[in-house]
């Protein structure tokens, strides 16, 4: 379920540097999560810097962005683990991007397992097979 989204002024970081966000949002994200790599899921928004307003101005005027990202956990994740991936997040975001640790904004989406969907199956259906299937081959 692992889906995370930062948003991003477009021209103010290279593809390389924002592959690299990526790449490194992804395995942190696993990591705090405990989750399978392979279902973290990253995204990043570009907006034009006239479409980006902080504090009441522009990006193309302010030229200090200030990073977005909202990152999707299953409900009942533990209070602590949801305040390590708002920090660990922050701090990929600012080693990678060498953005302004005070400018970053996140927040953690808790979604209702039968709100969110594997492979069209709500999580929580598919959540209850899996428990059932392992408990058949006992």
Avoid: K, N
Avoid at 34 to 53: C, G, L, N, Y
Wanted: glycine share 6%.
């Amino acid at each position: 379920m692992p889906v995370v989204e930062i948003h991003l002024v477009a021209g103010a970081h290279d593809d390389r540097r924002i592959e690299d966000l990526l790449r490194r949002v992804s395995e942190r994200y696993a990591a705090v999560l405990e989750s399978p790599i392979d279902r973290v899921r990253a995204f990043v928004t570009m907006h034009a810097p006239q479409h980006w307003m902080t504090g009441g101005v522009t990006a193309a005027v302010d030229g200090d962005p200030a990073p977005y990202f909202a990152a999707a956990v299953l409900e009942g994740r533990p209070v602590e683990q949801r305040h390590r991936l708002l920090a660990e997040l922050t701090d990929v975001l600012c080693d990678v991007l060498g953005v302004t640790r005070s400018r970053v904004r996140g927040r953690v989406v808790q979604v209702p397992p039968d709100d969110w969907a594997i492979g069209g199956v709500p999580a929580a259906t598919r959540r209850r097979d899996e428990i059932v299937a392992r408990s058949s081959r006992l």
